[in-house]
T-cell receptor, first 111, second 113 residues
Framework: QKEVEQDPGPLSVPEGAIVSLNCTYS??????FMWYRQYSRKGPELLMY????GNKEDGRFTAQVDKSSKYISLFIRDSQPSDSATYLC???????????FGKGTKLTVNP | DGGITQSPKYLFRKEGQNVTLSCEQN?????MYWYRQDPGQGLRLIYY???????QKGDIAEGYSVSREKKESFPLTVTSAQKNPTAFYLC????????????FGPGTRLTVT
């Protein structure tokens, strides 16, 4: 079983839709959970990070962590064409500099 | 303007040649990282450095070398021993102890023929 699994998509939605992006993981030692957005041929951009279980909201973005199910989600409300990108989840343990990344989900928001 | 710069954006080399990719940051971060990204694969860690003059191997260090002589700079050399060097290379940095807060550069696309 891979440490982090992420459905590659592609995912195509109409403008204004609510988008749900997800990752599952197997390592119960992960404590930090991150979401990155990567536009084509660019470096990833850190969107949000959360520690432990719960929700965190930032504008139209909500990150959710369920440690009991080893499942994390990123919700995008009122999606815009500018949200079209690949979204990467990443996870890390306390005391370690290493992060484990998912393969990314490609999202297209159609006007 | 604070950030991470990588140069060049595109790099072409012949097989058998070593090539060095540049990474510079002015964020005053202690930790720096090199990743490789291939189509359909997640980011894979090549090397990382938590402090000047010290660095550790990541998951795929074979065929690569690094140096960390200055806090701001962390160049990566792709040697002729790397079997599949064509890839998108990403440099990142983070504050010490905050590996969850990594900031990435724009990347260098290396093509070896």
């Amino acid at each position: 079983q891979k440490e982090v699994e992420q459905d590659p998509g592609p995912l195509s939605v109409p403008e204004g839709a609510i988008v749900s992006l997800n990752c599952t993981y197997s390592n119960s030692a992960f404590q930090y959970f991150m979401w990155y957005r990567q536009y084509s041929r660019k470096g990833p951009e850190l969107l949000m990070y959360t520690y432990s279980s719960g929700n965190k909201e930032d504008g139209r973005f909500t990150a959710q962590v369920d440690k009991s199910s080893k499942y994390i989600s990123l919700f995008i409300r009122d999606s815009q064409p500018s949200d079209s990108a690949t979204y990467l989840c990443a996870m890390g343990q306390g005391g370690s500099e290493k992060l484990v990344f998912g393969k990314g989900t490609k999202l297209t928001v159609n006007p | 303007d604070g950030g991470i710069t990588q140069s060049p954006k595109y790099l072409f080399r012949k097989e058998g040649q070593n090539v060095t990719l540049s990474c510079e940051q002015n964020l005053n971060h202690d930790a720096m990282y090199w990743y490789r990204q291939d189509p359909g694969q997640g980011l894979r860690l090549i090397y990382y450095s938590q402090i000047v003059n010290d660095f550790q191997k990541g998951d795929i260090a074979e065929g690569y070398s690094v140096s960390r002589e200055k806090k701001e700079s962390f160049p990566l050399t792709v040697t002729s021993a790397q079997k599949n060097p064509t890839a998108f290379y990403l440099c990142a940095s983070s504050p010490t102890g905050h590996s969850y807060e990594q900031y990435f550069g724009p990347g260098t696309r290396l093509t070896v023929t």
